[in-house]
């Protein structure tokens, strides 16, 4: 894994490099090339932010340990290489995503691990999930693209994309679970889930660079439910004509 990831993230570089257009890249990196779990704060510091790298992880730990050690990894190399070849180059490093898809009519909707009733009794990551929405992180990288296309000075900026605290496993399984049974009923009971402490600083920054802020979760989870509850109440037949119309309404 660690050896692609890093591998595949120079060959879009070199190709940004030899393009005849303006040569500019929008990074997707990740929050774990920010910080490993459980990786102490910087002195003087009570969370992380786009200042911090993941000097933790390391590619022998198994497998979540290996992924992170590859994002930071990737990172590191690509600003490395883009100051060699004059890549401008725009790096995010988005939470864990999640949010409404979009997907081929007639196919089932993709569950977390955190939608199960028996997450309800899991303690997860310590201080919760990081979560963003779908929907901002693409803003994010739209926006990150247009200042780098009009040369914008937002070239060489690392920016985090996340909410700033953190939702416990168990919060996320018991909201879920309402939204799940109780319809457009059960969005009442999700009015404000309790959040963890700061973990990282990175709201004014997203927007004051690219006018993008993270909407709440709680509207996130409500639109994820809505978008379920309709997925499972299409016929199945509304794949309509096969592949090839699904993909056509894919990208209407």
């Known amino acids: 894994m660690v050896r692609p990831n890093i591998a595949s993230t120079e060959a879009v570089l070199l190709a940004c490099a030899g393009s005849t257009s303006v040569p500019a890249l929008v990074l997707t990196s990740s929050m774990a090339a920010v910080r490993a779990p459980g990786q102490p704060f910087r002195p003087g510091r009570s969370c992380y932010d786009h200042h911090d790298w993941n000097s933790l992880s390391v590619a022998e730990d198994g497998w979540g340990a290996a992924y992170q050690f590859s994002k930071a990894q990737s990172e590191r190399m690509a600003w490395e290489r883009a100051g060699e070849l004059g890549v401008p180059l725009i790096a995010l490093c988005p939470c ?21 009733a028996a997450a309800i009794h899991s303690d997860g990551p310590e201080g919760g999930m990081l979560l ?69 600083e990175c709201a004014d920054r997203l927007e004051s660079l690219l006018g993008v802020g993270c909407r709440a979760l709680e509207e996130t989870l409500r639109d994820m439910a809505s978008d379920h509850r309709a997925a499972w109440r299409a016929p199945a037949a509304a794949a309509g004509g096969g592949v090839l119309g699904g993909l056509l309404e894919l990208f209407r």
């Open 96 to 116: 864990a995503i999640i949010g409404p898809e979009r997907r081929l009519p007639g196919t089932a909707p993709g569950r977390f691990p955190w939608m199960s």
């Open 132 to 200: 963003a929405d779908v929907r901002d992180v693409a803003s994010a990288h739209a926006a990150a693209g247009e200042l780098l296309a009009s040369g914008g000075a937002a070239a060489g900026e690392r920016v985090v994309v996340s909410a700033e605290e953190g939702v416990s496993v168990s919060c996320l399984a018991e909201a879920w679970g309402r939204l799940e049974a109780g319809g457009d009923e059960g969005a009442a009971g999700v009015a404000r889930l309790p959040r963890g402490a700061r973990e990282v």
